[in-house]
């Protein structure tokens, strides 16, 4: 019984060693260099905005009544890139 147990995991693991190598023959290569995207000209990372922001005073309170960080969301205000 534990040869045939033996024999079934070991033709398992063949089938699955083809299956995955038949997979990998079909699958699609990466581009070459000149088929790659290029990253645009500027100095930032994609997706990236570049953006000025001045902190708003924030109200001081005592230990029990702290303002947690998720309350602070969005306490700040948009300042022009003429202004600096």
Same mark, same amino acid.
């Given at each position: 019984?534990? @040869?045939?147990?033996?024999?079934? $995991?070991?033709? @398992?693991?063949?089938?699955?060693? $083809?299956?995955? +190598? /038949?997979?990998?023959?079909?699958?699609?290569? =990466? !581009?070459? =260099?000149?088929? &790659? !995207?290029? /990253?645009?000209?500027?100095? /930032?990372? !994609?997706?990236?905005? +570049?953006?000025?922001?001045?902190? @708003?005073? $924030? !109200? /001081?309170?005592?230990?029990?009544?702290?303002?947690? =960080?998720?309350?602070? &969301?969005?306490?700040?205000?948009? @300042?022009?890139? +003429?202004?600096?």
């Amino acid at each position: 019984m534990h @040869v045939f147990i033996g024999l079934v $995991v070991v033709a @398992v693991l063949m089938a699955g060693f $083809v299956l995955g +190598s /038949r997979l990998q023959r079909e699958a699609t290569h =990466p !581009p070459v =260099p000149p088929e &790659r !995207p290029c /990253r645009p000209p500027t100095d /930032r990372l !994609p997706g990236e905005t +570049s953006e000025f922001r001045r902190a @708003v005073a $924030v !109200p /001081r309170r005592d230990r029990k009544q702290r303002l947690r =960080p998720y309350q602070l &969301r969005g306490r700040t205000e948009r @300042v022009a890139a +003429s202004e600096n």
